[in-house]
């Protein structure tokens, strides 16, 4: 059965380093995501994206954030600076044009800011 | 805003015990409801979902029934087994079927032999 996937499955980065999270989304998907849960707290949704560009973002995703499709198969979410509240568990998912009621969730990434 | 409260965990249950995790929301208009479940080591899965008031959604032994009144979707299993252990986390999702999801904390099962 097809799966989103994400790497690397943990990351411990330097506050103040750029980081770089990894998802490969089901390949015959169009929409995408990227959620984060803070340990303890709610999974918060960050930005959604569709045909190259963001669909929506929230709050969270403020210019230290972004977000590519660098190929045909990739989908990056950047953080430039990372601080120490940017530790969390992040989940891609990816959703497909036409079934378009379920959001399929990768296993996520564990990033610890130091 | 829009926004979910689960239950808080943890829940230890032995084997063939009854189950009910709450989940009450807040949203405006006629929002779509989800309860996701995450095993170890893996993403988050959905496991089953109601669209419109009264609706009940079901899969592997597992109900909830979306209850405009009360605001709620609490998820219930008449005999949960060691293979439900997991985090079952509750959703919303308002208008736009590509909408965003808004979750809650999420309540950690864990079911003893």
């Known amino acids: 059965e097809p799966e989103v996937t994400q790497t690397p499955s943990h990351q411990v980065t330097q506050m103040g380093q750029e980081v770089i999270l990894r998802c490969v989304p089901i390949s015959n998907h169009l929409y995408f995501y990227w959620y984060r849960q803070i340990l303890g707290q709610k999974v918060e949704f960050l930005v959604s994206f569709y045909n190259n560009e963001i669909s929506e973002k929230s709050e969270i995703f403020d210019d230290q954030f972004s977000v590519e499709r660098p190929d045909g198969s990739n989908f990056t979410l950047k953080i430039r600076s990372t601080k120490l509240e940017d530790s969390a568990m992040y989940f891609c998912?990816?959703?497909?044009?036409?079934?378009?009621?379920?959001?399929?969730f990768g296993p996520g990434t564990r990033l610890l800011v130091l | 805003g829009d926004s979910v409260t689960q239950m808080e965990g943890p829940v230890t249950l032995s084997e063939e015990a009854f189950l009910t995790i709450n989940c009450t929301y807040t949203a405006t208009g006629y929002p779509s409801l989800f309860w996701y479940v995450q095993y170890p080591g893996e993403g988050l899965q959905l496991l089953l979902k109601a669209t419109k008031a009264d609706d009940k959604g079901s899969n592997k032994g597992f109900e909830a029934t979306y209850r405009k009144e009360t605001t709620s979707f609490h998820l219930e299993k008449g005999s949960v087994q060691v293979s439900d252990s997991a985090v079952y986390f509750c959703a919303l999702r308002r208008g736009s079927t590509l909408g965003r999801l808004y979750f809650g904390r999420g309540t950690q099962l864990t079911v003893w032999p």
């Open positions: 998912a990816s959703t497909h044009e036409r079934t378009q009621e379920t959001q399929y």
